[in-house]
């Protein structure tokens, strides 16, 4: 039994020293310029992933997954994982971020093939990042850590994989430099030319000192927290997957809240609840209602139970909720998006094995979530993530319910803009231009994903809205021969990164 493993294949490299089983009942032989290769019990293998899958099923089963349902996502993450280039690898990234936002691993709750191989295949990709990019997907990022930190550095060395530092925390913005030595050196110059010219001296501008750029420390307390009790709670008039709650905060009226909880709480159990709000968030329009606030629920690691993180009884609409050892910290009057606070916070953010609510630091003490000294709790979940399930969901309920209308806007963009080419190749214009709704008449030409993009953008005030923009343009009218299609939320994520 012997298996070859091409020199550059480090994801079998890492899975052979994840399992050391396999490396010693094995023949391990190195080759280069061609794929890797297993026989194994009288089977044949080709290619990193075959020869994964049948490593897994002869040394460690539940690496592939457990129900058939858990084998082809896993294979799915394999395949999506494999795909070179710098773009690829960049909208795999993105792809990860945004599954991760309520998961710990890529499928189920345990390690898989799909974590081992998509670590191996990225981390080159993680080591070409800074501190900044790798900060804006934070998900993705955590991921990547985790998956470093659950491997001996034994195995990493054998697969020659080096340790990449993480860092969650909000990159501390660069100081403004002092003026350059090249624009010193020609100013010099030019006041020894004017002194050779007999000029007289001009007096000696004193320079102010420029004051420090201050470094924001982003600490917990800085999130608004505090206890509310749903008053009144309907369904979204245009959303099937919202609720719309009334819930007061010992303000003068109550604050209105778009919760995405549908298919998780039913109404009757919304009613009457005393719940732990963010409040000083950026309002955001969901779907044409404003929403002010953010209700704090946890969700299990399967990511099937989503549940209030619930104030201790005898709490107050109004009062202060806070972390242990944060308790004189000062609330942001509302969070600035560039800022990140609350994004920084949150990878943090979780229930202990008591069900208490709490946070994580970098020193993984945790802290837990107080409302004058007892803490908060959950009803059921156990090490779940408090990583603002209502918006999240919220998105994805939205994303389904437009997803009819997306793709066929992109084919028919992708139509025109594949027009546009072949018309200044010398080919006649053969497809009719969309019209767009909102303009009331016919479009100009389009020169390509980013006018569109443009136009979107210029019109939306943050995702949620530009999401439901997007949907807004479903009236362009139909093209004969549309290009083929692609997943909506690529063209999401190219347009909220333009």
């Given amino acids: 039994m012997s298996v070859s493993v091409s020199t550059n294949d480090l994801a079998l490299k890492l899975l052979l020293a994840a399992v050391p089983e396999a490396a010693k009942a094995l023949s391990v032989d190195s080759v280069a310029d061609q794929l890797s290769q297993l026989d194994l019990d009288g089977q044949h293998a080709e290619g990193t992933n075959a020869v994964a899958h049948l490593l897994a099923a002869k040394y460690n089963s539940e690496l592939a997954g457990t129900t058939d349902a858990e084998q082809a996502e896993v294979s799915q993450w394999m395949t999506m994982s494999a795909r070179h280039g710098p773009v690829e690898r960049q909208t795999f990234a993105q792809t990860l971020n945004t599954h991760l936002a309520q998961r710990t ?34 998900n993705f990022s955590r991921w990547f850590d985790l998956i470093q930190h659950s491997l001996s550095a034994d ?199 008591s069900r208490e609510a709490g946070w994580y630091n970098a020193d993984k003490k945790f802290h837990k979530l107080l409302v004058g000294g007892n803490v908060c709790t959950t009803a059921t979940v156990v090490n779940g993530s408090l990583n603002q399930p209502a918006r999240n969901h919220e998105q994805a309920a939205q994303r389904g319910d437009w997803a009819e209308h997306f793709e066929p806007l992109l084919v028919q963009h992708q139509a025109v803009d594949g027009a546009r080419k072949h018309s200044h190749a010398g080919s006649p214009q053969s497809r009719s231009v969309p019209r767009s709704p909102t303009s009331g008449g016919e479009c100009k030409q ?53």
Avoid at 284 to 300: E, I, N
Avoid at 305 to 312: A, D, G, I, M
Avoid at 480 to 487: D, I, S
């Fill in 105 to 138: 691993f890529l499928v189920g709750n345990r390690l898989s093939l799909a974590d081992l191989v998509a670590f191996a295949n990225v981390h080159p990709y993680m080591t070409s990042l800074t501190a900044q990019k790798r900060f804006a997907v934070n």
């Fill in 155 to 353: 195995a990493l060395a054998k697969a020659g994989i080096q340790l990449v530092e993480i860092d969650l925390n909000a990159p501390v913005q660069a100081k403004k430099q002092a003026p350059s030595a090249a624009k010193d050196k020609k100013d010099a110059s030019a006041a020894k030319d004017k002194k050779d010219a007999g000029e007289p001296k001009a007096a000696k501008k004193e320079k102010k000192p420029q004051p420090a750029a201050k470094e924001l420390v982003i600490v917990p307390s800085m999130i608004d927290l505090r206890v509310g009790h749903i008053v009144d709670v309907e369904k979204h008039p245009d959303a099937d997957s919202l609720y719309v709650e009334k819930i007061e905060v010992n303000e003068d009226e109550p604050r209105t809240v778009v919760s995405g909880l549908v298919r998780f709480i039913p109404i009757e159990q919304m009613k009457n609840r005393d719940v732990v709000l963010v409040c000083n968030l950026k309002p955001a329009s969901m779907r044409g209602v404003k929403s002010f606030a953010m209700v704090l629920c946890a969700t299990s690691t399967d990511g099937e139970t989503v549940e209030f993180v619930e104030p201790p009884k005898g709490s107050k609409p109004g009062d202060r909720v806070y972390f242990e050892g944060f308790e004189d910290g000062t609330p942001e009057e509302q969070l600035k998006p560039k800022q990140k606070i609350f994004e920084t916070i949150q990878p943090g953010l979780f229930t202990n094995d």
């Fill in 446 to 498: 389009s020169s390509g994903v980013n006018q569109l993009v443009e136009e979107l953008v210029g019109q939306a005030e943050d995702e949620i809205q530009l999401i439901t923009k997007m949907a807004e343009w479903k009236a362009w009218e139909p093209l004969e021969e549309p290009a083929p299609p692609r997943q909506w939320e690529y063209f999401k994520k190219a347009a909220l990164t333009e």
